[in-house]
């Protein structure tokens, strides 16, 4: 299963439509917020099942500020960040993701990728396709793949 995890694309999609003409077909997609009014076109675009969640720059309501999906018997908590204070460290959203039965949490707000493994948990943030804070500011995204034997394999990817 080939999952593309984005984030923060606050309204510009060019970078989005980028990544999936790089990547080629999916399996799912996870956008982690402050997708900025575009979740519609987001989840026309991927051409596959979708979780799309709130960010604090995300005024519609309607999407929620975090979701538990279940892809291939691993369970992974979405959200934005921002309410776990992640821009301070991630002990916060390890915790709820363990309260949540999760093996992976993914969250973006900080704009800067990062795959790591914290207390049997893996944390990941595909960093951001339209404002990147990272050294070199590339844009960025993530791809989690979880092999037939249903390992999970991550990958940080960067436009050039």
Known sequence: MRV????????????FER???TVGPIDYLIHCGDVIRDEDWVRALSGCPCT??????DFDHTLPDEEVVTLEGHRVLVCHGH???????????VRAAKEKNCDVAAYGH???????????VYVVNPGSLTHPRQAGRQPSYLMMTIDRRGQLLFSDNYLK
């Open 83 to 93: 309410a776990y204070g992640v821009k301070g460290g991630t002990a916060r959203l």
């Open 19 to 21: 990544v999936l003409a």
């Open 52 to 57: 799309v969640v709130r960010g604090n720059c």
């Open 110 to 120: 900080s704009h800067v990728p990062q795959i790591k493994k914290e207390d049997g």
């Open 4 to 15: 593309l995890i984005v984030s923060d694309t606050h309204g510009s999609l060019d970078n």
